[in-house]
């Protein structure tokens, strides 16, 4: 379910605009959660069924990067503008904005929560707790373990991956329609996917600047400027508790994430079972129990 937002705003942002939109009221007792959302270049659309948890009276933050969706697109810019200092200042310029810098929770959804494992290691001071759902501790990983995953895809689709590749024409619609079918199974299992999720989807396609960027063509060929991206042996100075969300088909398998179990002196771990890349849409009512036992163990004691 989507909550209705309860308000909707713009951060400003070097020159540039931050949209946001919170469920639920920043006054309440609860400490709000902060909802980063994945891509890079995608929309929060996807992950709007977070705004379920207002239900307990805890204010979701929900926005869009700069560059995607609501907030100011800059189709103009180079892969030098899209970094990831870019979209930490960002994060922390909106935390500031909305007044909750002080005392919040941040749950970063795959690159999302690349940018909250980055967030944390400089060890702000009111971020009370870290949950990476999705997430992976280096790209490198990531690559090796989806050309894992595509060779166990069943036919020919992995030697259509190979020759596409080879050849350069990953435009080609076999090699789309093998993507897709990628997607489908180690992203996304819901199908047809959710409109809140296909609305994320059909955005990157109509502007893929930051993902064309930063990425490249697909998940699974990485050509963008995050390429080398890595936190894995500096995670240790994470000083929050972690909550590390995944699920057993995820394109975010195991490996990928084991750095963070590794590392993080306070840190749990939770796979949902029948989930891929999206266990908030595919497994809510288990994401969600979860998510909120753990929300409600890491809120600062009240007066």
């Known amino acids: 379910m989507v909550r209705e937002a309860t308000t909707t705003g713009i951060a400003p942002y070097r020159g540039y605009e931050t949209w946001f939109r919170i469920t639920g009221d920043l006054n309440s007792s609860m400490t709000p959660l902060v909802v980063v959302h994945g891509g890079p270049g995608f929309t929060h659309d996807y992950v709007l069924s977070l705004s379920e948890l207002a239900a307990t009276g805890r204010p979701i933050v929900h926005y869009d990067q700069v560059g995607c ?163 894995v042996g500096q995670l240790g100075t994470i000083t929050v508790p972690t909550l590390v969300l995944s699920g057993r088909y995820d394109e975010a398998t195991p490996a990928t994430q084991q750095a963070f179990v590794d590392e993080i002196p306070d840190v749990r771990w939770t796979i949902f079972e029948e989930s891929s890349h999206m266990p908030f849409v595919e497994e809510p009512e288990a994401y969600f129990s979860v998510l909120s036992d753990f929300l409600a163990r890491h809120d600062p004691p009240t007066a």
């Open 69 to 231: 969706g609501r907030s100011t697109r800059l189709p103009q810019k180079g892969g030098e503008f899209w970094t990831v200092q870019l979209f930490l200042d960002e994060l922390d310029n909106l935390l500031r904005h909305l007044g909750v810098a002080e005392d919040y929770h941040l749950l970063g959804q795959s690159w999302g929560g690349m940018l909250g494992a980055e967030h944390a290691l400089r060890q702000p001071r009111g971020l009370r707790s870290l949950i990476l759902s999705n997430a992976l501790a280096s790209e490198q990983l990531l690559l090796d373990e989806a050309h894992r995953l595509r060779r166990e895809l069943p036919g020919d689709l992995p030697e259509v991956f190979d020759r596409h590749e080879a050849a350069g024409t990953i435009n080609d619609p076999e090699y789309l329609e093998a993507t897709q079918a990628f997607y489908d199974r180690h992203i996304c299992r819901v199908l047809p996917y959710p409109d809140e999720v296909q609305a994320s989807f059909d955005a990157v396609a109509e502007d893929s600047t930051v993902y064309g960027a930063m990425i490249g063509p697909n998940e699974m060929f990485c050509t963008g400027t995050l390429r080398e991206w890595s936190v």
